[in-house]
């Protein structure tokens, strides 16, 4: 009777854990078991086939521990049964040392293939007859604590949000300004290493639209432990078919020259132009390595300083103290000489810049 409960129970543990354990599979605009695009679902694949493996591995071992386990009981055998002597057996020395290198073996091949697969940036060089690069290029660079994106055959650049085609590989230059961080888009692939004294390259394969995600993007982190705000150092990822990210590159390519005046008769403008110009640029061209982040698309944004609401509110609490928001942000104390008046002015302007309205 107890030992029928006690199987029961376990029973029910395991039905409640497969349940739970069901739904950890996450969200689509975040989740490694949601991949979207060639990598990400290459690098599922590679992980559901190695946990199989695994689970044979436990299962067998479990399976044989409870065949000795119930096989050979004292109270079946006697106190006087002698097990055959195995020591120094040269077939099991053999089976037991062979079993786990092919397994080893087997998990290597996939691996390594796709390892050079995903590293492969070749086409990164090619051009076609007018001398123009065929495969389009993003160097990332990433700083404390926020994402510079330049596209350099289009000439432009931007920050925080980046914008991809859909259905075509991008190949990614990574590199960091200040200490190593990690480029890392969970659903669609990586992550990989920005340093500071090397470039690394890969590319990545966006799956779909994010337009009918949550957010209408796609999350990205930074994966390398860089700072008291590693954890709030994220980015978001915008994919668009092939047709509307020309689109967008031409808007951008349109802000040339784009500037804040201070003889401006809008408050904000002028504010903005006298004590934030100095880091950031609101021209989309030919702007990179700014002190801060290019703002040029700052109204078309998700979120502001990549993880408040994106409202004039989450924007004016950010300028008046950033440090409450991501500590050690090199942000801090820059913008303490403004009253809550033109902190406002400039919030509205700067929410008002836009590529997309
Ligand atoms: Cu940058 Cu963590």
Request: proline fraction near 3%.
């Amino acid at each position: 009777m107890m030992k029928g409960l006690k199987k029961w129970r376990l029973f029910s543990l395991l039905a409640g854990l497969t349940v739970f354990l069901s739904a950890c599979t996450g969200e689509d605009y975040i989740s490694t078991l949601k991949p979207a695009g060639e990598v990400g679902e290459d690098q599922y694949d590679l992980l559901i086939f190695s946990i199989s493996i695994m689970t044979l591995v436990v299962v067998v071992v479990s399976f044989l521990y409870l065949y000795a386990f119930t096989k050979f009981r004292r109270s079946k055998l006697g106190d006087k049964h002698m097990p055959k002597q195995v020591e120094g057996s040269h077939t099991l020395e053999v089976i037991w040392a062979v079993i786990p290198i092919i397994l080893l073996l087997i998990l290597a091949v996939p691996t390594i293939l796709s390892t050079y697969k995903f590293a492969d940036v070749k086409a990164m060089d090619e051009v076609d007859e007018e001398g123009n690069k065929t495969a389009l290029t993003v160097n990332v660079t990433a700083k404390l604590y926020w994402w510079e994106f330049e596209y350099p055959e289009q000439g432009i650049v931007t920050a925080q949000e980046l914008v991809v085609p859909t259905n075509e590989k991008v190949y990614f230059n990574l590199k960091a300004a200040d200490v190593k961080h990690s480029f890392w888009i969970p659903a669609v692939g990586g992550k990989m290493d920005n340093n500071v004294e090397n470039v690394n390259k890969f590319w990545l394969e966006f799956g779909k639209e994010s337009e009918g995600l949550k957010d209408g993007v796609f999350y990205g982190k930074c994966a390398e432990l860089c700072g008291p705000s590693h954890a709030l150092m994220d980015f978001k990822v915008k994919t668009v078919d092939r047709a509307e990210f020309d689109q967008w590159v031409a808007a951008m390519q349109a802000t040339e020259g784009q500037t804040a005046s201070v003889d401006s008769t809008d408050l904000g403008e002028a504010t903005f132009a006298q004590s934030c110009l100095g880091c950031h640029a609101v021209s989309g061209v030919g702007t990179t390595g700014a002190m801060g982040p290019n703002l040029t698309t700052f109204g078309d944004r998700n979120r502001v300083a990549g993880v408040l609401e994106h409202s004039k509110e989450s924007l004016e609490n950010w300028i008046s103290d950033p440090e409450a928001i991501k500590p050690g942000n090199l942000m801090t104390g820059k913008y303490s000489e403004l009253s809550p008046e033109e902190i406002s002015a400039v919030a509205d302007y700067i929410m008002s810049l836009s590529v997309e309205k």
